[in-house]
């Protein structure tokens, strides 16, 4: 497969690289035969010990010496410019070879699925787990893609045309992308992450889940009309409704996402209506699809005062008769047509995808102390509501019964808190109740933080008793992850709610955060942390007969939960309940990962098989034994103390906010979302976000989330006499052995002598020198324990892509220390360029972070 990858993706790269030199622009030429320069005055200048300033000035010296200042930093910033066309290039040929480098009938595949339970016999056991199966991917706000939305459509239309092997095009779309900006110019809003975002959806997800539907009910040979499960693969949505920490996000503006996505849904059953119109031209079902196309067009387009269809089963209903008499008149021609439509419109609704509300528990705890405040006027008793005990509290709140939105408040946030639970009743009218039935608690400590949703949310959407909304608590830290089972065993002892959840099919939706998780505690002890809540809440939940349904909060990285995360989904054991996968997808993941038709099919499939297959084929061994786990928790905790001791040395925020680009993410126009939760002006790691967090090492090529404390953990091991313990587990379980895989991953794209002359600073030399050591640690206790000579030897594929991803993006690295260099020892001569050297540091981000395709 190696062989595949130099010949579809580094030789085509090579030589389509060479069309930049001959692109008519000014200086280009001179841009492009000096990077290869500089690219090579990095590596060998890094091999030697020299720092970033310096490799910087002896290129200038030995290849510009008559440049001025200002024509040095023009160049530099063309050098910024040319890789990261550079990148696009590289993004479009591998994702051009996708056929080509990955086996779409291998392993993790439907075709595979289908051939293995037959083989093995299973395959009514694999009919009645997709009965009831589901894959929830829910496509979050949180903002890491660089491209503005006219650079990706050129990059899709680069992709099409290298598939296609179109050189005059390609030539021309390469010259397009050397005259188009790659920066927003303007911070974009949370409506207009929802749109970019809807490009997905109409353009990759409205084609590929109905295929894979198809693909399996062909393959276990059910009609079309037998086939009941359509949510075996749903799609949630959170820009505009995601209010954590995002003052941008209000109720008026959850109202228009949810318009659009509708709006956006209806004019993919428009285009299908006119074609199948083409298509069914026959007595009778033509005047059916005729009118059929009549009562869509309004909903697509917002035109016209006609009849229009209120919801997915009138459509169904005109589709069903046309169905019917296509069969019974005219011998079914174009009978697959029509049932593709059927298909769409039965997994899709009037939908397209489901908005998931989110909020902070701490800003519902002050809008409730806003609301007792009104009514202690009438109930004297709610002025000793704070001195309560837990069980009291929520016993008042339950009882409580008034109209939150008759009351008037000071503060518009309570207000505007009011109004955004209101609002999921407006768009349950017009989208479905599907469109928007959930809503997240971000920070959940305690049963009373779910309470308050549910009771604000009951006093304000319910019919009766019946209130069509799923509350999830969601845990992230370390310490919340460990009371995750004691939080939900109090709300399951509370009648009402419990009433509430047997209404609610007897399911609850426990999400689960990676990000915050491995901030909090470092990469194993978050990991192995949301394994054990896991199999604590699962083990819970069956006791009150309550199916726990875990929400997966990953981001793009490893250090993030990132990564590969079909196998740790397949790696998981009876112990978990494993009726459904649900995860978030964000930023670069979306579009590496599900941006083009091939791609998108290929990592949905693998997904749905990773949750399926362990139910089915029971006799692969997944379960882990009592010892492997007492491992596992032993190697936890030994990497959560190493952890630990990094996170509290005194120097480790003030590295973050002095020696990292933290503080430019702010000023890089690609999210709605501010930086930190608290907007002060000192900063503090509790209110740093993830992504920043995250970026900041993977700018620096430090990693650190992604696998501090791995090597002192193994060591560790070792020094007890374990190590052929974890050795045996690393062979044995695909649960420990993915996690080691994706720590390699964080290694690979680990890069210090960028960072080097760090070492020499008097502030942070000790500190980067504490961190250096762990790397290497970490390289050369996973390579023991796995038995592997490289770093992801045994995946060659994403290892080939992951260096030269690189080794293009190693002149912006240097650039970028360069800048940082010269920004924290500025001389008194350099203050007139320090503006420059500001920019420089942030233009490299785009093509580091873009490079990376999973970097924060």
Known sequence: MTTNYNEAVSTRYHIYNSLFLNLPYSGIYRTGTLLPLLQQACEAGFEKGKDPKSIIKKFFSDFTPSASRDEQFDLLFNFIQYTERQVVLFDSIEDAAFEEINDLNGRGTINALLIRAQSEGVIEDLKRKLQDFSVRLVLTAHPTQFYPGNVLAIINDLEEAIREGRLEDINLLLRQLGKTAFINREKPTPYDEAVSLCWFLENVFYHTIPTIVQKLFSGLQINAEEWKNFDLIKIGFWPGGDRDGNPFVTHEITRKVAQHLKRTLMRCYYRDARFLKRRLTFKGVDSIIADVERKIYPLAYGIGDGEVYTNPSELLEDLLKARKLLIEDHRGLFLDLLDEFILKVRIFCFNFASMDIRQDSRKHGYAWEAILKQLQAKDKKLKNFNQ???????????KLKFKPASLKFDDPFVTELIESIEVIKDIQAQNGTEG???????????????????????LLLAKGDELNLDIVPLFETIEDLASAADVMRSLYSIPKYREHIERR???????LGFSDGTKDGGYLRANWSIFRAKENLTLLSREYGITAVFFDGRGGPPARGGGNTHDFYASLGDTIEDKEVQITIQGQTISSNFGKLPSCQFNLE???????ENSVFKKRKVQLSDTEKQLLESLAEAGYKAYLELKHHNKFVPYLEKMTPLPFFGDTNIGSR????NQGDSLKFEDLRAIPFVGSWAQMKQNIPGFYGVGSALQQIKKEGKLNEVKRLYNQSLFFRTLLANSMM????????ATAYIGKDKEFGEFWKIMHDEYKLS????????GLSELMQNNPINRDSVKLRERIVLPLITIQQFALQQLRNMEATEKQYEKQYRKLALRCMFGIINAARNSA
């Open 606 to 612: 693998q997904l749905l098989s990773a949750g399926i």
């Open 505 to 511: 099919g007897n399911k609850q939706t426990i999400m």
């Open 779 to 786: 390289v050369k206790m996973i390579l023991e324990v796995s």
């Open 388 to 398: 309560l005990s837990e069980e009291e509290q929520i016993n008042t709140l339950l």
């Open 674 to 677: 501010p930086v930190k939760r």
């Open 746 to 753: 964080s290694l690979t794209k680990t890069y210090y002598p």
């Open 436 to 458: 928007c039935h959930r809503y997240v608690i971000s920070n959940c400590q305690s049963a009373v933080d779910v309470i308050r949703v549910y009771q604000l949310a009951k």
